[in-house]
């Protein structure tokens, strides 16, 4: 069955360390992997999809068949990095989510 | 609008009462989703609409979720005879359909509270 696995719910680190927000899938296919982020007070958007191969806020994402994860990374978090981030899968016409991973920047 | 747009952004209500929650889509969307989000949770399923139809209702949690809608665009989620577990926000996204991007436009929610 298809399944989002984020092991985190939560992730504190100081300003200026490196993030790694972890995600791991299960999926028979080719997936089609991205992760939305919500902050503080705004809706849930869409921060990179792994199509892309892109940078957003200085944050990237490998897709590792091997490893079937989709780990997202950033060299030197900000405080603004704050908040929820999911992990999520196509299958058929939706979405299959993880239960997310709240990360906390520390000043 | 710009965006999707949900009303209301809060509802507070007693036990046992109906619910009625709106989504607006943004326009030329046809695809909308309904999903809901509690503390820990993450993401629900609910109800997916292509159009006015709904080809998957199986995230409904029972018999007192329904939804429906009309005009291709607007979508109410009806919520009866309220119970307590039932509190939680309530997550309308759209997105323009077919081929599936997966990329789904988000509104604020609707904070349900039931006493």
């Known amino acids: 069955a298809q399944r989002v696995t984020q092991p985190e719910k939560l992730l504190s680190v100081f300003k200026g360390a490196p993030v790694e927000l972890k995600c791991n899938y299960s999926y028979s296919g080719s997936p089609e992997l991205f992760w939305y982020v919500q902050y503080s007070r705004q809706r849930l958007q869409l921060l990179l999809r792994h199509i892309s191969r892109e940078s957003i806020k200085g944050f990237t994402a490998d897709l590792n068949k091997g490893e079937t994860s989709f780990h997202l990374k950033k060299p030197f978090a900000q405080e603004e990095d704050s908040a929820m981030y999911y992990c999520a899968l196509i299958y058929d016409y939706q979405l299959i989510w993880g239960a997310g991973t709240k990360l906390i920047i520390k000043p | 609008g710009a965006g999707v747009s949900q009303s209301p952004s809060n509802k507070v209500t007693e036990k046992g009462k109906d619910v009625e929650l709106r989504c607006d889509p943004i326009s030329g969307h046809t695809a909308l989703y309904w999903y809901r989000q509690s503390l820990g949770q993450g993401l629900e399923f609910l109800i997916y609409f292509q159009g006015n139809s709904a080809p998957d209702k199986s995230g409904l949690p029972s018999d007192r979720f329904s939804a429906e809608r009309t005009g291709g665009s607007v979508s109410t989620l009806t919520i009866q005879r309220t119970q307590q577990e039932d509190s939680a926000v309530y997550l309308c996204?759209?997105?323009?359909?077919?081929?599936?991007?997966?990329?789904?436009?988000f509104g604020e929610g609707s904070r349900l509270t039931v006493l």
């Open positions: 996204a759209s997105s323009p359909g077919t081929p599936y991007t997966g990329e789904l436009f």
